[in-house]
Each structure stands twice: as C-alpha cells, then as structure tokens.
C-alpha cells in the first residue's frame, strides 16, 4: 500500500472564501478520495496563510488585531470546506506554533550555513503602498504611475536566500523529471522562466515596515518575507510524521512561476529536502471573462441574475456539495480556464445528473417494485443486450481508471456518461413495461436480467462516483441495499453483489431546480 501526501495552496487570510478557492480544494480532494479508495494511506493537507503586508492592511482597515482578522477568516475557510464536504486529514495556519518554529528552524540552518546573507539594497519605494518598486511598475513616459502616491530613493538592509546557487540544479532537475509540473505546457514555462538567470531572493522585511510576520531568529529586527512562510507549511505541517517529499501540490497557474515552480524546490535543496514529486497546476474560473477574486462581484447583465463569487458556495448550500463539485470536475479542462455560470450548472443538474442518472435509478426502484417485490432479481437471460451492456463496462471500466489516475477527471466523468446514457438506452431497448405484460416465461427472464443488469450498472457507476460525489454516491448505494464503496479497482468488477437486495421505493437525488429568478422589475 503506497502513502500518499497531498497538499493545496494555502488561502491568504486577507478576503472572503470565492469560487477559485472552492475549486482547487474540490479537485485535491477527489484526488486524495480517489487515492484513498485505490488503497493507499492518504495525508490530505490544506490551510491558511496569515502573514504578510495584505492581511495586515486589511485587519487594519477593519479595525481590529490581526490575528483577530485571522481567527475569523479562518472560521470561514474551515466553513467552506464542511461545506463541500472536503476530506482533509489537517489543517494549518502559519501563525501556529507548530508551523513558526519549523519556519524558524529552517530560516537558522540556511543562515548558519552561510545561505542566507545581509546585503543593502538600494531601490525606489513607494510610501503609500509600503513596497519597493520595480522597473516594470513605472508608467511608459518613466514616471511613477500616481497611485503610488510619494515614491523615494531607500537603502536598506535586507536578508537574501542564494537561490541563483541553485539554479543549475533545478534546471537538471525538471530535464530529468519531465513529469514535475502537470500538465507539460506548463513545465516547459517553468524552464522557459529558467533561461534567464535568477537573483538572489530578498527573504526579510524590517520590522518598521511589517511586523506581522515570523521573526527572523538571528535578527529580530525583522520579519520573513511571506512566501518563504507560507511555502514551508507543506513540510511544517508534517516535519513530524515523516511524510515528506509531498507527492503532489495542488496549485493555480499564477502561484507556479516562481514561487513553487523555483523558490520553493531551491529552497528544500538548500536544506538537504527532497523536493515535492508533483505539481498540479489548475486555471482559473472566470465570470464574465474576468478571474473570480475575492473583489470581484460582476455586475448582472441585463435581464440576468449573474452569480457572485459567493452565490457559486450557495449551489452548494441550496443542493448540497455534490452536484457543485461534480460541475466543477465535469465543466472544467484541467489547466485551462473556465468560464462559470449558473446556467451552465443549471444545464449539467438537469441532464447528466437530474435526467441521465437521476431517472435512471427511479425507473429500476420503480420498476423493482412492479415486477419483482421491491428486490433486484437474478439474471437470468443473457442475450445480445445484456452481453453488449458488459462488454461496455469492461472498456468504460478501464478507460475510466486510467483517466482518472492519470488526473483527466473530466474525461474519466466523460466515460461514465457514456455507460450511463447507455444504460437508459438498454432499458429503452429490453422495454421492461412490454415484457411485464408478456405471458411467455422467456420474457420474464429478459425482464428480470433487464433489472439486474440496471442494478449492477448502477452499482458500478456509483462506486465509480464516489470520490466527486461521495454523499449522493452513498445514498445512491443504500437504495440499492448496499453499503457504501470503499474501494476502486475490486469493485470495478462485474458482479451479482446486488442481487436479492431489498431496494428503495422511490428516491429523488436531484430535486428538480427551481425556474430561474426572473429579474426585479
Ligand atoms: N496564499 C497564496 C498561496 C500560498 S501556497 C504556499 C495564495 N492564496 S490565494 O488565496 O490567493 O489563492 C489560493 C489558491 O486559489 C491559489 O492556488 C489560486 O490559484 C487559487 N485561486 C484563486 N482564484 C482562482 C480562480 N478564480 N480560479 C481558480 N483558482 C484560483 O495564492
């Protein structure tokens, strides 16, 4: 049995849960359930990142501590994941101690090991914003775009992480594991972005500027730069369990380059660590074109009520986590954009899950309960139809376990529709309702192998749902009679397991949607 360490990014504290974040968490955890139901022992890790400038701004602006800001984001964040039914194993924020020392820890060893080094930079920095500038950030006549308020010429001395040193090495690094970043594209950006040399990393900021933050241990006249902070929680989190290297971060396309893609692999080389085996990079979900984010609340087209960021979280309220999570695995390519809508989610509740899946399982428990007592009888016939049906499932099967271990989770949903579309098309061929009026005893058996093979196709499709909708999978299995799915691959198999089950009478998993709001007059 294989173990198996998975991460995502950890939310800055400074906003709202939205959309973006909701995703990211849905997808690692079908990942970790998908694992956990091929057998291997999970650590499923997600969490807050508290420190740094913007939180600070923010807890300032609303008057209070920050680590009061803190306490009520994190009660947020820790809803939204009940929420959409994440099976996270942890969670951490970096201002616990567990997550200070190690960061501490690591900040000394690099220090003692002549890794990190004081030097004085020299920059121009704007006041209002409380940052240092960038050539790129002066507006094209080579002024100071005014929003930055006064700018100044600043010396000051600052901490620098060797990251150049360790350049080289990465590079030979993802040329040896073509496999690091997923999906490639996305590598080959990273060695893109290699091509040129790197600097140093500043890794510190005076205390007179930022004090929210952890301590350097050999100056206390500063804090850590919040990406050193905020990387090292994947390992912090279980320095004590002996879990690392992580086998997979999962991560959006704009917190790749160079925070994990360089920063964060460097930075375990210069502390004698593996790095992680795997990053996942996703896009973005859009709205209206733009990138869902916690300042975005795009205005409703006319005549349209178009979702907020947080609306997205009340699908989840209204019709419970999994028919959310199963839209976003289903609408969304991964490491493509995408663009949200609620009539997009609209359309996949009422077609793959309302009509394709939903009534499927109505049409067998109603069915069941005409002709044979309420219990899935035995197959007995087993003509052209029936041999067509498993012969279907045995490619769907192993089309849909490769896809999915493969992390094209849309694609392996793709192949399930195929099967279930072709199960209501197998009941629209057997015509249970004409072979129930039939006197000939043949056609009680095609009748009875019809109903089976329904029950044993659903069972299938069920086990197979588990991991993106675990609760509807569940009770989609208890209509069955039968307990919940635990494992992948021997539950892949064929099987008579359901038959003489006592079914249910009747069960609505997709409640059909209310019509749309129509718009205030
Ligand atoms: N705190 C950093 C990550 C530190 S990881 C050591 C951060 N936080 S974030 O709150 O801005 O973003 C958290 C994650 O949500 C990132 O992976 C980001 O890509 C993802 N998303 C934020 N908005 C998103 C969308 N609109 N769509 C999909 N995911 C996006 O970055």
Redesign the pocket.
């Given at each position: 049995m294989g173990r198996f360490y998975l991460t995502t990014?950890?939310?800055?504290a400074n906003g709202a849960p939205h959309?973006?974040?909701a995703?990211?968490k849905v997808l690692a955890d079908v990942i970790a359930r998908h694992r956990r139901m091929r057998g291997d022992q999970v650590h499923f890790l997600t969490g807050l990142?508290e420190h740094g400038q913007k939180v600070e701004q923010t807890a300032r602006r609303a008057g209070i501590e920050p680590r009061a800001h803190c306490d009520a984001i994190a009660g947020l964040f820790r809803g939204m994941l009940g929420l959409l039914d994440i099976s996270n194993d942890d969670y951490i924020r970096t201002t616990e101690p567990r997550h200070v020392r190690v960061v501490q820890d690591a900040l000394q060893r690099l220090f003692d090991a002549g890794l990190v080094y004081r030097a004085e930079y020299t920059g121009f920095y704007s006041v209002r914003q409380e940052q240092f500038l960038l050539e790129k950030d002066r507006a094209p006549d080579g002024s100071w775009p005014s929003l930055l308020g006064e700018v100044v010429q600043l010396t000051e001395a600052n901490y620098f992480f060797r990251l150049s040193q360790f350049q080289a090495w990465l590079v030979g690094h993802l040329e040896t594991h073509p496999d690091f970043v997923y999906p490639r594209f996305r590598q080959r950006q990273v060695l893109e972005f290699l091509r040129e040399p790197v600097n140093d990393l500043c890794i510190s900021r005076p205390k007179s500027r930022l004090s929210w933050g952890i301590e350097l241990p050999f100056d206390r006249d500063y804090v850590t730069y919040v990406w050193f902070d905020?990387?090292t929680?994947y390992y912090s989190a279980v320095a004590d369990k002996g879990l690392w290297p992580a086998d997979l971060h999962v991560?959006?396309?704009?917190?790749l380059v160079p925070p994990h893609a360089v920063y964060w692999p460097c930075m375990l080389k210069a502390l004698g660590l593996e790095p992680p085996r795997r990053l996942l990079v996703?896009g973005?979900?859009t709205m209206g074109g733009a990138?869902?984010?916690k300042t975005q609340a795009p205005a409703a087209a006319a005549g349209e009520p178009a979702p907020r960021p947080l609306d997205a979280l009340a699908l989840a309220r209204d019709h419970g986590a999994d028919p959310l999570r199963y839209f976003l695995i289903r609408e969304m390519t991964l490491g493509q954009d995408s663009e949200f809508t609620l009539e997009l989610f609209r359309q996949r509740y009422r077609t793959d899950l309302g009509n394709d899946l939903g009534n499927l399982l109505n049409r067998l428990l109603n069915m069941a309960g005409r002709y044979a007592a309420g219990k899935l009888p035995a197959p007995a016939a087993d003509e052209a139809p029936e041999r067509e049906l498993r012969a279907l499932w045995s490619s769907t099967a192993a089309k849909y376990l490769a896809l999915s271990s493969d992390l094209q989770l849309k694609e392996s949903l793709e192949e399930l529709w195929v099967f279930i579309r072709a199960l209501n098309a197998y009941v629209d061929t057997r015509a249970p309702w004409k072979l129930g009026k039939s006197a000939d005893p043949a056609d009680r058996s095609r009748l009875d192998s019809c109903l089976a093979h329904v029950g044993e196709g659903l069972r299938l499709v069920a086990t197979c749902l588990t991991p993106v909708m675990p609760t509807v999978s569940t009770r989609l299995l208890a209509d069955l009679g039968l307990p919940p799915a635990t494992r992948l691959d021997e539950g892949l198999a064929w099987s008579s397991v359901g038959v003489g089950r006592a079914l249910a009478e009747k069960d609505i998993l997709f409640p059909p949607l209310d019509p749309p709001a129509t718009p205030a007059s």
């Open positions: 990014a950890i939310d800055y959309l973006g974040h995703y990211e990142d905020a990387l929680n991560i959006g396309k704009d917190i996703h973005w979900w990138k869902v984010s």
